[in-house]
Nanobody, 113 residues
């Protein structure tokens, strides 16, 4: 079964930027890939999704600030995050969309001054 390993999270000040990376253990193929996040005490939510071809979608809360990309040759999915806000603080995960039952460890993003 495919596994995902996320990295790139850090403590960053409001207004800062981060790029998250996710590597899959198997080929991405034509699957829709997504970045999800789980803020403290809240449910996990989908923040961005990218098909192999077609329209990329973002949650309203991150639209204009986050950019999702993928590199099928490297089995990688990326999330460029700009103008970060304290409310972006969460553990970030990648998975397919719809998500598989198995999740990676995620990567912690903390936005705080």
């Amino acid at each position: 079964q495919v596994q995902f390993v996320e990295s790139g999270g850090a403590l960053v000040r409001p207004g800062g930027s981060l790029t998250l990376s996710c590597v899959a253990s198997t080929r991405l193929g034509a699957d829709v890939m997504g970045w999800y996040r789980q803020p403290p005490g809240q449910q996990r939510e989908l923040v961005a999704r990218i098909p192999l071809v077609g329209i990329i979608n973002y949650a309203d809360s991150v639209k204009g600030r986050f950019t999702i990309t993928r590199d099928n040759n490297k089995r990688m999915v990326y999330l460029q995050m700009n103008n970060l806000r304290p409310e972006d603080t969460a553990v970030y995960y990648c998975n397919k969309d719809p998500a598989l039952a198995t999740w990676g460890q995620g990567t912690q993003v903390t936005v705080s001054s």
